[in-house]
């Protein structure tokens, strides 16, 4: 009896669907818990998520519902076998009323079984693995950034409709990366595109001129690849050494270039990614968000910060309409349910397994620059496979 | 004596605290009791044989996910069979990797450690089918409430303490000290130093084994960064803080850790910085550790 | 004759070109005291260890009691009641002088791998461990350290060690090396005393001191045996005295 | 496998192997002169990388910045050895363990302290931004090329400067014995100084080097940390030709890993080490001894 890994999560999911109370809403503050990566590589990423979180509060006079916000910050250092311990100091220790994070999909893992049986409201500000609101869909759990299907997916129309038909796919071995991958294979191969070759490269190793040379003896049409942070910084500049830049067009989804466009340079130019932002996004929210942002932090606003600030503002929005009673369980989910914000990414809404519904934007490097050169896919939703939520 | 009577007062709090149902007590200190295990049985390599293994977190990844599998995949959830299942895992790993490791000495044991360390964190880091890089869950804890799991670790730390005591002053525990200070003239005087290095070995590996079924047991959730060299680095780490070959030392080490990590975030976001300082200043001016500071430190 | 103790065959043993020990044909008599010499650099110390299992033999073959002990290790040879003692003191500096016999004596229990008594319970141990302290002379030493021995009682305590593992043969690398007058005499007597009913062979430089005790003289040369026989005989021999007096005048 | 591809193949893995001895160098010479097991050499890598990054910015050019920076590796390094590391030659190893741990995090918070969290591009000069064709498909970049003839040039003047020079005589000679050549009126602490220092500065050295391909980011000494260790124990502690023929094993065995048997790559390196110190315990070229 062999369980895919898979089903075993789906079991040990519905073991702990029970619809038991919310914790009830106590005293006057109301505490958020923050499960982000202060030191390490993501340590960027936490910060901006957590000041965006602080910007949108404080648009809101730093009350949600009528009730005084209070921050409890711990530092994931995206290390899954600390992240147990760190959601206990959260939940148990500081016993916040509602728990927003992580960046690292395997903290992510880790947090999710204990805030299903410990029935605390969470918002998922980064981490897409397709669980959260797949398999482990539940009621009192949301995210505000993207399923990993959302910023792979449309990219297989993307390179299909530039004539790309035969593509070799890279990407680093763990799970962002494989399921990132899978979700292009679903897209590329329904449109009738043929993957050459899957290079898996082993987390978080970043030689990768063994893997250029070979790309560069099959001369795909295209290569579709999924690298973050400081990896996909070298890659990318590896990519443009290895003379591949001119010759075979590089595609990914946009944590290729978000947030190290700067360090690749030159050669990132030319690149394109499908992200569920962009910095050049021309919409009010996303101009009035940038320079707040830029004004309180004196950094450039990114698609983490974006994740962060929509929370808060979701959470302004439902807990208003319950009072800021994070005890009021149905009515509460029901009223993050039915949240609509104008969100600096465009249009936000939940789909029923409590992902965001957003467009997914086709964006190029022209001149260091990210330009917007579409929506690659409009209201994307993600398929959340194995959640039986609202279905 | 004082000694003794600290002991004996250490343990008495840490099982109070199993009546008073605080969920967060009880998942942290029984987190930080753990990490006493580890360093203990650690400790009867580095601080009683003179060996420095960095494979300590492999033989306690192991029986986690031991357990996650023999759960997930057989089925089998009753105590009393997951728990010689999974410490025969970490048992038989430890045999093997200690027979292979212990064939080179001094630093390029310590290496060979780190490489099989390391091979099995790819093993199941790599493979989706063991549950990749996020980990897998146990599906069915074999004891549910936090409270009776909190006094199976407590039993098991007081149980290792007495265990590894007791094994220190026999017959065995003399040779292995012996060993530690002169092992060619061990052999010389007719010990197979060797073998009774592998044992050391094996009964270190077990009781790792012992914390990694326990930690899958509090949590549910195994991991492979709990393999890495970077635990095993750590756990060493807590054996020289608290003072290697006193057996009391690194469990002190573990628990001061554990708080300084907890409250450690309050005072600074550097809070690595205050480990660093507190690192260096033990080296520089404790160098038996902060078992130094009790009565002497004298040999357990 | 009787069947010899030990026994070597055409035992060589070389580092690279140089044959420390080259071609040595012996054989030990049980119950004797057999001294072997020769000036500095013949191959005496490397012949010990041979004979100890702490080098490997390059050729040739050493029986024990008949058996072929050649690849035997150190553990086995000392489990078979060979015993050694160090030319420098290769003991347990941290350890006391009752821990390091009592690890000696524990070695003869059948196997130490007893992990729940508490050692002090096995008192035959302890016995065995205070007779040969007694014996040594060093009965009123326990608790030191052996680090903080005296140079003359550290040799005293290497004696005390093997003589706790109850071997049946010895051996004993330069046992007078380095020691002053009296502490010479005082450990030639403590080695006549020991060498009563047991085989010795005896590696030393000093030759007047060997004399008075050894049954046989074996002098080696260049890795080689110049001579063998009584002590008289090589006293005498003009061969023994060229090697030592060639090798004092140059 | 055509046979071009092998060739690019095994370029690749010499040039890594090459930037792995340049890594690995230092560490070897430290461990093996004065028996120190320096875990913060990873951090000195990294520091290096920050001082090019931070001097190319002010300055414009990363040969410039690597000028100044190297001097500044090597006084870091002597600082921290008058400071910590002397204090641990008589003492065992686990003690140098504990101390360099110590510095390791000590280094990671200053590094967030001074630059941040965030990853930076090292642009490399003018002068060397143009690329040589590799074959008909794939172009290699010049700065790789120097790279690559730096780590030559450090390895042929570090087996010049041990095996020819006095002063390489007396860190031969303190390597085995340093009692013995304190005894012969011989400054040892002097010696022990300056070989730590060009080790950090080695270290530094390497980063400075990297930073333009690996851009700068933090913790991004760690990885390097352990691989340098794996070069150093595979071809021998204190033996500089041993790191290198390491370090070229681990390059080739690493990159051809990658591409022959993809599952097993990341835990390639680890095997190999495993197989070479089962086979030969010591190493490759293992001095008989285990350094000091």
């Known amino acids: 009896m062999t369980l895919s890994r ?14 038991r109370p919310l914790r009830a809403a106590t005293g006057a503050r109301l505490k958020i818990g923050l499960l982000l990566p202060y030191s390490g590589t993501y340590a960027a990423l936490g910060h901006n998520i957590t000041d965006a979180m602080k910007l949108a509060a404080a648009e809101h006079g730093s ?44 903290v992510a893992m880790a947090m999710m079984q204990i805030v299903r049986q410990e029935n605390v409201l969470t918002i998922v500000t980064n981490a897409g693995a397709q669980a959260v609101t797949g398999t482990l869909c539940a009621p009192h759990v949301f995210r505000t950034s993207f399923s990993n299907w959302q910023v792979s997916y449309p990219c297989a129309d993307v390179m299909l409709t530039a004539g790309h038909k035969r593509a070799v796919l890279m990407f680093w071995n763990y799970s962002f990366g494989q399921e990132s991958m899978a979700a292009f294979k679903e897209g590329y191969s329904k449109g009738g595109g043929t993957v050459v070759k899957e290079i898996a490269v082993p987390f978080p190793n970043t030689e990768f001129q063994a893997n250029l040379s070979e790309i560069a003896a099959l001369k795909p049409d295209a290569v579709f690849v999924f690298f973050a942070g400081a990896g996909a910084a070298k890659f990318v500049k590896d990519y443009a050494d290895a003379g591949l830049k001119d010759k075979v067009p590089l595609y990914g989804s946009g944590f290729l270039t978000e947030g190290v466009l700067a360090a690749q340079g030159a050669a990132a130019e030319g690149i394109k990614t499908t992200l569920h932002y962009a910095d050049a996004l021309d919409n009010a929210a996303n101009k009035k968000f940038r320079e707040s942002f830029k004004k309180a932090t004196g950094r450039d606003a990114d698609v983490y910060a974006v994740a962060g600030y929509d929370t808060v503002n979701v959470l302004a929005q439902a807990l208003g309409k319950v009072k800021g009673d994070t005890g009021a369980g149905k009515e509460l989910i029901a009223a993050l349910e039915a949240t609509r914000l104008d969100s600096p990414r465009g249009p936000f809404r939940f789909s029923k397994a409590h992902n965001p519904v957003q467009d997914v934007y086709l964006r190029q490097v022209k001149g260091g620059k990210e330009v917007v050169l579409g929506v690659a896919m409009k209201d994307a939703e993600d398929p959340a496979a194995g959640c039986k939520m609202g279905k | 004596m004082t000694r003794r009577i600290l002991l004996l ?19 942290f200190l029984g987190k930080a009791m753990i990490g006493c295990i580890l360093a203990m049985s650690l400790d009867l390599l580095v601080g009683f044989t003179g060996l420095v293994s960095l494979a300590h977190s492999a033989f306690f990844g192991l029986a986690a996910y031991a357990l996650a599998g023999v759960t997930n995949r057989l089925g089998l959830v009753n105590p009393l069979l997951t728990f010689p299942v999974c410490l025969l895992a970490a048992a038989a790993a430890a045999l093997i990797i200690g027979w292979l490791s212990l064939r080179a000495t001094g630093v390029y044991f310590i290496m060979v450690t780190l490489a099989f360390t390391q091979m099995l964190f790819y093993l199941f880091n790599d493979s989706p089918a063991l549950g990749g890089s996020d980990g897998l869950y146990v599906a069915e804890r074999p004891v549910d409430s936090r409270a009776a799991a909190y ?53 270190a590996g077990t009781l790792a084994g012992v914390a990694g079924y326990l930690d899958a047991t509090l949590y549910g959730f195994v991991n492979p960064a709990q393999l890495g060299w970077r635990q095993s680095g750590l756990i060493l780490v807590t054996v020289l803080l608290g003072g290697k070959g006193t057996l009391y030392g690194p469990a002190l080490g573990a628990l001061l850790l554990a708080f300084i990590e907890h409250y450690g975030e309050r ?34 | 004759m009787p069947e010899p103790l030990l026994l070597t065959e055409t035992l060589t043993r070389r580092f690279d070109a140089l044959a420390a020990v080259d071609g040595v044909s012996l054989a030990f008599e049980e119950g004797r005291v057999h001294a072997v010499i020769g000036p500095n650099g013949a191959g005496k110390s490397t012949f010990l260890n041979l004979l100890s299992g702490e080098l490997r033999a390059t050729q040739g073959r050493v029986r024990f009691r008949g058996l072929d002990v050649t690849r035997a290790t150190p553990d086995e040879l000392s489990r078979l009641g060979i015993g050694r003692s160090y030319q420098t003191a290769n003991l347990f500096p941290e350890l006391s002088c009752a821990d390091c016999a009592w690890l000696a004596a524990q070695s003869r229990l059948p196997s130490s791998m007893r992990f729940f008594r508490p050692a002090e319970r096995y008192a035959e141990v302890g016995d065995r461990a205070a007779r040969a302290l007694e014996v040594c002379g060093l009965s009123g030493r326990r608790p030191t350290r052996a680090g903080q021995l005296s140079y003359g009682e550290q040799r005293q305590l290497e004696i005390a060690m093997m003589l706790a593992t109850e071997p049946t043969l010895l051996l004993l690398d330069e046992p007078l090396a380095g020691l002053g007058h009296d502490e010479a005499l005082r450990v030639v007597a403590l080695l006549t005393e020991v060498a009563r009913g047991r085989t010795v062979i005896l590696v030393e430089h000093d030759m007047e001191a060997v004399f008075s005790i050894s049954d046989t003289v074996t002098v080696l040369v260049d890795g080689r045996v110049l001579e063998r026989g009584s002590p008289d005989q090589v006293r005498n021999s003009a061969a023994v005295r060229e090697a030592y007096l060639g090798e004092e005048i140059a | ?251 080739i065995a690493d990159t051809f890993g990658k591409v022959l048997l993809p599952g097993f790559a990341s835990a390639m390196v680890y095997a190999v080490m495993a197989a070479v110190l089962l086979w030969r315990p010591r190493g490759l070229l293992g001095p008989a001894f285990e350094g000091r």
């Open chain 4, 1 to 251: 496998m055509s046979l071009s591809l092998f060739a690019l193949q095994l370029i690749n893995g010499v040039e890594y192997g090459l930037l792995l001895f340049l890594v690995a160098s230092g560490l070897t010479l430290v461990f093996g002169v004065l028996g120190v097991l320096n875990f913060a050499h990873g951090s000195f890598y990294m520091l290096g990388a920050y001082l090019a990054w931070w001097l190319s910015e002010r300055t414009g050019n990363l040969l410039l910045a690597i000028l100044v920076g190297l001097p500044a590796m090597a006084l870091i390094g002597l600082l921290v050895e008058r400071l910590a590391i002397a204090r641990l030659y008589l003492r065992d190893h686990l003690s140098q363990v504990l101390l360099t741990y110590g510095l390791v995090l000590l280094f990671n918070e200053l590094q967030r302290a001074l630059w941040g969290n965030d990853v930076h591009g090292v642009a490399t000069p003018k002068s060397l931004a143009f690329t040589i064709p590799l074959g008909e498909a794939q172009t290699w970049p010049a700065w790789r090329a120097f790279t690559a003839l730096c780590c030559i040039a450090v390895a042929v003047g570090m087996q010049q400067l041990i095996l020819k020079t006095r002063f390489g005589m007396r860190v031969r000679a303190g390597a085995s014995n340093a009692e013995m050549v304190e005894a012969l009126g011989i400054d040892v602490r002097r010696v022990f100084s300056v070989v730590f220092s060009a080790g950090t500065a080695l270290a530094g050295l390497a980063g400075m080097l990297a930073a333009p391909l690996t851009t700068v980011y933090p913790g991004m000494g760690e990885s390097v940390l352990i691989l340098s260790f794996v070069v150093v124990v595979i071809g021998g502690i204190g033996s500089i030709k041993g790191a290198f023929l390491g370090a070229m094993l681990v390059g």
């Open chain 2, 267 to 300: 005072v600074t976001e550097h809070w690595n910085a205050l480990i660093a300082a507190l690192v260096i200043a033990v080296v520089l001016f404790l160098p038996r550790g902060l078992a130094g500071l009790v009565q002497g430190g004298r040999r357990a």
């Open chain 1, 63 to 106: 009350k949600l519902g009528g009730r005084e916000v209070e921050w409890v910050a711990v530092d994931d250092e995206s290390d899954p076998a600390k992240a147990p311990a760190n959601v206990n100091k959260l939940i148990a220790g500081e016993k916040v009323d509602i728990l927003t994070g992580p960046v690292h999909s395997g």
């Open chain 2, 151 to 203: 006094v199976a670790i407590w039993a098991a730390l007081v149980l290792a303490y007495l265990l590894l005591a007791r094994i220190l002053r026999a017959p065995y525990g003399r040779a292995l000290e012996g060993i530690r200070v002169n092992e060619q003239r061990m052999r010389s005087l007719g010990y197979p130093t060797r073998r009774y290095k592998l044992v050391a070995f094996v009964i």
């Open chain 2, 9 to 27: 007062a250490g343990a008495l709090a840490l099982g109070v605290v199993a009546f008073s149902g605080d969920r967060f007590w009880l998942q």
């Open chain 1, 6 to 19: 898979r089903a075993l999560l789906g079991a040990a999911a519905c073991s702990t669907l029970l619809p």
